[in-house]
């Protein structure tokens, strides 16, 4: 089935280590986000790519960093800099930029502090 | 960029219809009407959105008001499968607007009792 895959499902960072989280999509989509979301709130973007090899900041992009070598993938590095990356981590894409097509997510990646 | 309100909790007995409303009263004319559920611990599960007219899905009814400031979610049967948080979220339709993101509020928890 298509859909998008998210891995591991948990992760622990230690004390000025860089993580990255993967996230895999097999559904042809261009437009790919990386969401951050904390306990009892909503998600906020930290990341976006419109087509490979272009990705833009969000709302949220200090201490993280990602690439978009393929159309299918698009890895979130969590960075040393990120001084509270303890968080539920999402990743979503879309076929269409605008605003007429849903966002599809994966189930997940939780980052916590060891 | 235009918030939406949501009621922090509701709750429905099962086979009962539920209407979760939504304002949004700043909302602009390229702006979507996009709900999505979640789980805990699970990614934002799509369920219906809308630009002007109202919709119906196999999932759920989406009633938008005619001046657009407000929205509401109709589940015809509430069943505890559909127990989980719901997201009323405006999408930009500019591909320029941070590449159409998600807006997330705080959603409303939707608890059902058998």
């Known amino acids: 089935d298509g859909g998008i895959t998210q891995s591991p499902k948990y992760l622990f960072r230690k004390e000025g280590q860089n993580v990255t989280l993967s996230c895999e999509q097999n559904?042809?989509?261009?437009?790919m986000y990386w969401y951050r979301q904390d306990p009892g709130q909503g998600l906020r973007l930290i990341y976006y790519?419109?087509?490979?090899?272009?990705?833009q900041k969000g709302d949220i992009a200090e201490g993280y960093s990602v690439s978009r070598e393929k159309k299918e993938s698009f890895p979130l590095t969590v960075t040393s800099a990120q001084k509270n990356p303890t968080a539920f981590y999402l990743c979503a894409s879309t076929v269409d930029r605008g605003g007429n097509q849903p966002q599809h997510f994966g189930d997940g990646t939780r980052l916590s502090i060891l | 960029d235009a918030k939406t309100t949501q009621p922090n909790s509701m709750e429905s007995n099962e086979e009962e219809p539920v209407h979760l409303p939504c304002n949004h009263s700043t909302i602009s004319g390229t702006d979507y009407i996009h709900w999505y559920r979640q789980l805990p611990s699970q990614g934002p599960e799509y369920v219906i959105h809308g630009l002007t007219s109202n919709v119906n899905n196999r999932m759920a009814s989406l009633a938008i008001a005619e001046d657009r400031k407000s929205s509401t979610l109709i589940l015809h049967r509430a069943t505890l499968r559909d127990a989980a948080v719901y997201y009323c979220?405006?999408?930009?339709?500019?591909?320029?607007?941070?590449?159409?993101?998600?807006?997330f509020g705080q959603g409303t928890e939707l608890s059902v009792k058998p």
């Open positions: 790519s419109q087509i490979v090899n272009d990705f």
């Open positions: 559904l042809n989509h261009d437009a």
């Open positions: 979220i405006l999408r930009s339709s500019h591909i320029y607007n941070q590449g159409g993101k998600l807006i």
